[in-house]
């Protein structure tokens, strides 16, 4: 596609229920990160894909965050047992490059979960 | 570790004032350093970006940044506001420092544009 799709763009679920957001990255971007905006803060690092490999997860929240690229293309963010914290945009980037210009991201919309 | 530190939440100016978004930030190592913008129900778009090569870094939209690593900063400048400009403005770091090339962004400020 000609940019990051991600899906849905707003989810609202019920605290304990188990949520799942889908990044589809520009077609042949090596990298792949997640990243979480909460109100009024910039985003933060969950994790970070170099084709189908989980390179970093050093940002994941907890162990109810589990981000998955199995076929080095489509990435999904799955969080188990949501809680109020959790309430936020998911913020999906990729990049055609890898090492020293990885910073060169481009974002999709981002997904707005809220957790009631 | 790296971080980033941008001053001031919001940042007002009238259409046709100089915009000065101030950044500085922390790294063990030689950055590279970029600013993004997101436009309202948008995803963050890059504005410009710092390589190593020239310190004065020139973006879209007449933005334009100066590394000065003396200062640890990277402020981002428009010599002219126009009221498209109101957006929200991000300023990233990213280094080796572990391992990987990890963006680490600011918390961002907004800018407000008064005709």
């Known amino acids: 596609g000609a940019g990051v799709s991600q899906s849905p763009r707003y989810k609202v679920a019920k605290r304990g229920q188990d949520v799942a957001l889908r990044c589809d990255p520009i077609?042949?971007?090596?990298?792949l990160f997640w990243y979480q905006q909460a109100l009024g803060q910039g985003p933060e690092f969950l994790t970070y894909f170099q084709n189908e490999a989980q390179l970093d997860k050093s940002g994941l929240p907890s162990d109810r965050f589990f981000a998955e690229r199995p076929e080095g293309s489509v990435s999904t963010l799955k969080i188990q047992r949501t809680q109020q914290e959790d309430s936020a945009v998911y913020l999906c980037a990729s990049s055609a490059r890898t090492g020293a210009n990885t910073g060169e991201l481009f974002f999709g919309e981002g997904s707005r979960l809220t957790v009631l | 570790a790296q971080s980033v530190t941008q001053l001031g939440s919001h940042v007002s100016v009238s259409e046709g004032a100089l915009v000065l978004l101030r950044c500085n930030y922390s790294s063990s190592v030689p950055p590279y350093l970029f600013w993004y913008v997101q436009y309202p129900n948008q995803g963050l778009q890059l504005l410009l970006k710092?390589?190593?090569?020239?310190?004065l870094v020139k973006g879209i939209n007449g933005f334009e940044a100066e590394f000065k690593k003396s200062e640890t900063s990277f402020h981002l400048t428009k010599p002219s506001a126009h009221m498209s400009d109101a957006a929200e403005y991000f300023c990233?770091?990213?280094?080796?420092?572990?391992?990987?090339?990890?963006?680490?962004f600011g918390r961002g400020t907004s800018l407000i544009v008064h005709p």
């Open positions: 077609s042949g971007h090596v990298s």
């Open positions: 990233a770091v990213s280094d080796q420092s572990g391992g990987s090339y990890i963006p680490t």
């Open positions: 710092y390589t190593s090569a020239a310190t």
